[in-house]
């Protein structure tokens, strides 16, 4: 089980400190799809980017199966992200001068948990055997956010993080790509947080939180 408990962060401004997240909490249990709502601003991708350890929070806590993020030091949040969850970004971030089957297996390699019979099928899922020898320049948007879902889940990570992973789609392509991830996250029984601002697509999961004034609530349908 995932484990936000009270958390808060601000950013510094010259105006002084800018409260983001004022005693955000949440559970997140494995093979649970969770969506995250809230208006612009009010701190989805920062809650997102806290629990990938990507940043620090000022106070609270972040537990996961008994391992304390926020007691981590960088070296430790860099195997957290490198061994336990797949990030999923709305800006792809696939790495330019790697084809497609490389940036497939880059994450799996770091952790050495490569398994080719595995990284074949995630191609095959996705659409992607005919563009294995690609580049992203060469794909359009929709492939590429299913290279970085294929990228993110190769390793086999027990979490998944997506912060609007159709965002950049159109709404046919971004149906399409949501119904992969949430269909390969769940033969994987992995937990899937994922922000997005579109209440159609969080109906899709299996359940919703709102973040609004820096804390968590149940959506109200």
């Known amino acids: 089980m995932l484990l936000v408990e009270d958390v808060h962060k601000s950013y510094a401004t010259a105006q002084g400190p800018l409260p983001v997240l004022r005693g955000a909490s949440l559970t997140l249990?494995?093979?649970q799809s969770v969506a995250l709502m809230g208006e612009?601003?009010?701190?989805?991708?920062?809650?997102?980017?806290?629990?990938?350890?990507?940043?620090?929070?000022?106070?609270?806590?972040?537990?996961?199966?008994?391992?304390?993020?926020?007691e981590l030091?960088?070296?430790?949040?860099?195997?957290?992200?490198?061994?336990?969850?797949?990030?999923?970004?709305?800006?792809?971030?696939l790495i330019s001068s790697l084809d497609v089957a490389a940036n497939l297996a880059f994450q799996a390699r770091l952790t050495g948990r490569h398994d080719p019979h595995w990284v074949r099928h995630l191609a095959e899922r996705l659409g992607l055997t005919t563009v294995l020898q690609r580049y992203p320049e060469q794909l359009s948007g929709g492939q590429q956010q299913r290279v970085a879902i294929g990228r993110a889940l190769a390793s086999r990570p027990p979490w998944v993080l997506a912060d609007e992973p159709t965002g950049s789609l159109d709404e046919a392509s971004g149906d399409a790509v949501l119904e992969l991830l949430l269909e390969l996250v769940n033969e994987l029984g992995s937990a899937l947080l994922m922000v997005t601002h579109s209440a159609q697509l969080a109906a899709r999961l299996s359940s919703c939180l709102r973040l609004q004034q820096g804390r968590v609530s149940e959506a109200v349908s």
């Open 29 to 31: 249990e494995a093979g």
């Open 40 to 70: 612009s601003g009010s701190g989805k991708s920062t809650l997102l980017h806290l629990i990938a350890g990507l940043e620090h929070l000022d106070s609270g806590r972040i537990v996961a199966n008994g391992l304390a993020l926020h």
């Open 73 to 93: 030091g960088e070296a430790g949040l860099a195997r957290w992200r490198r061994e336990q969850i797949g990030l999923v970004f709305q800006q792809y971030n």
